[in-house]
């Protein structure tokens, strides 16, 4: 079981980035895929997800109306478009699959990739 997300870079505010989460070793049909971030000297928090079961979407407040999440399942792959970025939004994000669905525990972790927002 693999996960492995991609797309980070740097943008300046109010650019756009799309990351990538690409699994492996499993179906996303059986599994819930989160974003989480992690900014330096801060704890990791939930960015979004979506469900295996409906495909029901969640956001955090602090991104709501500027990211989409979105799923592939053919190509085993979960995006993350992060559209009107701001320096708040520089952390290092991670996907990781649950599934348990959106609001259990995550299974599975992939590595991050960072995402550097400029002024």
């Known amino acids: 079981v693999q996960l492995q997300a991609s797309g980070g870079g740097l943008v300046q505010a109010g650019g756009s980035l799309r990351l990538s989460c690409a699994a492996s070793?499993?179906?996303?049909?059986?599994?819930?895929i989160g974003w989480f971030r992690q900014a330096p000297g801060k704890e990791r928090e939930g960015v979004s997800c979506?469900?295996?079961?409906?495909?029901?979407?969640y956001y955090a407040d602090s991104v709501k109306g500027r990211f989409t999440i979105s799923s592939d399942n053919a190509k085993n792959t979960v995006y993350l478009q992060m559209n009107s970025l701001k320096p708040e939004d520089t952390a290092v994000y991670y996907c990781?699959?649950?599934?348990?669905?959106?609001?259990?525990?995550?299974?599975?972790w992939g590595k991050g990739t960072l995402v550097t927002v400029s002024s």
């Open positions: 979506i469900s295996s079961s409906d495909g029901s979407t």
């Open positions: 070793g499993f179906s996303l049909d059986d599994y819930a």
């Open positions: 990781a699959a649950g599934v348990y669905g959106c609001y259990g525990p995550m299974n599975y």
